[in-house]
C-alpha cells in the first residue's frame, strides 16, 4: 500500500513571503478546499500530520468525516528558514539566497534548517509509517519533495510543483521500511 504525502490547503499569506516552519493561518476558503481534497483521497487507515495549525487542521477535518484516527509528528513540519521566516522572498538579501543555492543541502544562511537535516527528520517520519496499512501524510511541500528525492526522484524533486491540497503517492517499496536492516531501511537511511 503507498503512503499518500497531502499538501495542507492554501494558508492567509502572500505567495512572495517565506513561512516555512512559521504556524500561519489558512485562507478563508479552508471549508471548500478540505471538502475538494476529501472527494479524491484514497481509503486510509491512519492519517500522520505535521504539527503546524495548516496541516493538523485538515488532517482533524479529514479524520472525523474518514473515521480514522489522526496522530502528531513533529518530523513532518515544514523546514525552518530562520531569519528568513515571515519576509518576502524578494527582501531576503541575494548574497544569503547565492550561499544557499551554492550548497544546497547543508547550507544555513538564515540561521535554521538545511536540506540535509530537513531529510532525515523526513526518512525517519516516513520508517514510523506502517506498511500493512494505507497512511496519509498531512504536510507541507518541502517534507513532499524531500520523500520524493529519498525515493530516487533526483535533484528534480526539489522543484517539483506541489499544490495546495495536492497529493502525491509513495511506493510502500520506497516509501516504508518495514523492518530494521533491509534494503528499504537502508534505502531511507534509517538503519546503517
Given at each position: 500500500?503507498?503512503?499518500?504525502?497531502?499538501?495542507?490547503?492554501?494558508?492567509?499569506?502572500?505567495?512572495?513571503?517565506?513561512?516555512?516552519?512559521?504556524?500561519?493561518?489558512?485562507?478563508?476558503?479552508?471549508?471548500?478546499?478540505?471538502?475538494?481534497?476529501?472527494?479524491?483521497?484514497?481509503?486510509?487507515?491512519?492519517?500522520?500530520?505535521?504539527?503546524?495549525?495548516?496541516c493538523?487542521?485538515?488532517a482533524?477535518f479529514?479524520?472525523?468525516?474518514?473515521?480514522?484516527p489522526?496522530?502528531?509528528?513533529?518530523?513532518?513540519?515544514?523546514?525552518?528558514?530562520?531569519?528568513?521566516?515571515?519576509?518576502?522572498?524578494?527582501?531576503?538579501?541575494?548574497?544569503?539566497?547565492?550561499?544557499?543555492?551554492?550548497?544546497?543541502?547543508?547550507?544555513?544562511?538564515?540561521?535554521?534548517?538545511?536540506?540535509?537535516?530537513?531529510?532525515?527528520?523526513v526518512?525517519?517520519?516516513?520508517?514510523?509509517?506502517?506498511?500493512e496499512?494505507?497512511?496519509?501524510?498531512?504536510?507541507?511541500?518541502?517534507p513532499?519533495?524531500a520523500?520524493?528525492?529519498?525515493?530516487?526522484?533526483?535533484?528534480g524533486?526539489?522543484?517539483?510543483?506541489?499544490?495546495?491540497?495536492?497529493?502525491?503517492?509513495?511506493?510502500?517499496?520506497?516509501g516504508?521500511a518495514?523492518?530494521?536492516?533491509?534494503?528499504?531501511?537502508?534505502?531511507?537511511?534509517?538503519?546503517?
Amino acid at each position: 500500500m503507498p503512503l499518500t504525502l497531502l499538501r495542507h490547503t492554501a494558508p492567509a499569506v502572500g505567495p512572495e513571503v517565506c513561512y516555512g516552519a512559521s504556524d500561519v493561518a489558512l485562507a478563508p476558503g479552508f471549508d471548500a478546499e478540505a471538502a475538494a481534497v476529501l472527494a479524491r483521497l484514497p481509503r486510509t487507515a491512519r492519517i500522520v500530520t505535521s504539527p503546524l495549525a495548516r496541516c493538523a487542521r485538515l488532517a482533524d477535518f479529514l479524520g472525523a468525516r474518514l473515521g480514522v484516527p489522526v496522530t502528531v509528528d513533529p518530523d513532518w513540519r515544514e523546514l525552518d528558514f530562520g531569519a528568513w521566516e515571515g519576509h518576502p522572498w524578494p527582501e531576503i538579501p541575494t548574497p544569503e539566497v547565492e550561499a544557499w543555492a551554492a550548497d544546497f543541502m547543508e547550507a544555513r544562511p538564515h540561521g535554521g534548517e538545511s536540506v540535509a537535516m530537513l531529510l532525515r527528520r523526513v526518512r525517519r517520519a516516513v520508517a514510523r509509517c506502517c506498511p500493512e496499512e494505507t497512511w496519509l501524510a498531512v504536510t507541507h511541500g518541502g517534507p513532499i519533495r524531500a520523500a520524493l528525492f529519498a525515493a530516487g526522484g533526483g535533484s528534480g524533486s526539489w522543484i517539483r510543483a506541489v499544490s495546495f491540497g495536492g497529493t502525491v503517492a509513495l511506493p510502500r517499496a520506497l516509501g516504508v521500511a518495514p523492518a530494521h536492516g533491509t534494503a528499504a531501511d537502508r534505502l531511507w537511511g534509517v538503519y546503517p
